[in-house]
């Protein structure tokens, strides 16, 4: 696939990210400019940060980027699946805004759509990994894939990364359906496409250097909720 035969549709969802979003779009632009036809969206759920601010200024000097707001925080999954309804692009892409996500694998990841449907960026294949986050962030990561794993049956080594690309006709069908919970609409949308093929690509998710997580307890509830609302849809699992 070449910029002539496709394009991106990236969603970045923010939450006080003023810090991130600047270099985050610069570092978008590098990886993808001469090689992809790409739009960006950025989802800014009311930030009293003002990084909808910077992000009305980065659009005004470059057409290929967008900002959509809404009012206040409505959650993480929802805010992707608002960008994704605004999408023009072949393929959908979701990725943080904290720079965790690294724009040079956007073009790792594109390649690997030729034999997939939905293509993981993935810290639990080998050659991905993470670096910075402290012991506790690791068990949490590797409890919720494997509780994912065990209630949902999904198939993904990591099936809680928040960076992959979709093909378009996977998504579309099912966005009234999603991002009804919480933070980890991959997962949501293994199960409800199961018949998809679904490729992981190693990432090194880097932990940010700026701003604050917003992963919290309440989250933490919401994840187990969406897992078993989710449960084994699987058939072979059943
Ligand atoms: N985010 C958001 N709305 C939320 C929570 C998070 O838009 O309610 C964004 C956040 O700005 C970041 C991404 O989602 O771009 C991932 O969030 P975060 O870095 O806080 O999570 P972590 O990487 O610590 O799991
Ligand atoms: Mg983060």
Redesign the pocket.
């Known amino acids: 696939m070449s910029k002539r035969d496709a394009t991106l549709s990236i969603v970045?969802?923010?939450?006080?990210?003023r810090e991130?979003i600047g270099p985050l779009l610069s570092g978008i632009g590098g990886a993808l400019k001469e090689a992809w036809a790409y739009e960006v969206i950025v989802?800014?759920?009311g930030s009293p940060d003002g990084t909808a601010e910077d992000v009305r200024a980065a659009a005004a000097d470059d057409p290929a980027i967008r900002l959509l707001e809404r009012p206040r925080?409505?959650?993480?999954g929802s805010?992707v699946a608002a960008g994704f309804s605004q999408a023009g692009g072949d393929y959908w892409v979701m990725m943080?805004?904290?720079l965790?996500h690294r724009p040079q694998d956007l073009p790792v990841l594109v390649a690997a759509l030729a034999n997939a449907d939905i293509v993981v960026g993935s810290r639990y294949v080998a050659g991905g990994g993470t670096l910075g986050w402290p012991l506790h962030?690791q068990i949490i990561s590797r409890v919720a894939g494997k509780v994912a794993h065990l209630m949902v049956g999904v198939r993904a080594r990591d099936a809680t990364s928040?960076f992959a690309i979709f093909r378009r006709e996977v998504v579309e069908p099912l966005l009234p359906s999603l991002g009804l919970e919480g933070?980890k609409l991959l997962l949501e949308l293994l199960a409800k496409a199961p018949d998809a093929r679904v490729t992981e690509v190693p990432i090194t998710f880097v932990e940010?250097s700026r701003?604050?997580?917003?992963?919290n307890l309440g989250?933490t509830f919401k994840f187990i909720r969406l897992c078993w609302r989710l449960r084994r849809r699987f058939p072979d699992r059943r």
């Open positions: 970045i969802p923010t939450y006080n990210e991130n989802v800014d759920d925080k409505l959650g993480l805010a943080d805004a904290d965790s962030r928040g933070f940010r701003g604050q997580s917003k992963l989250e």
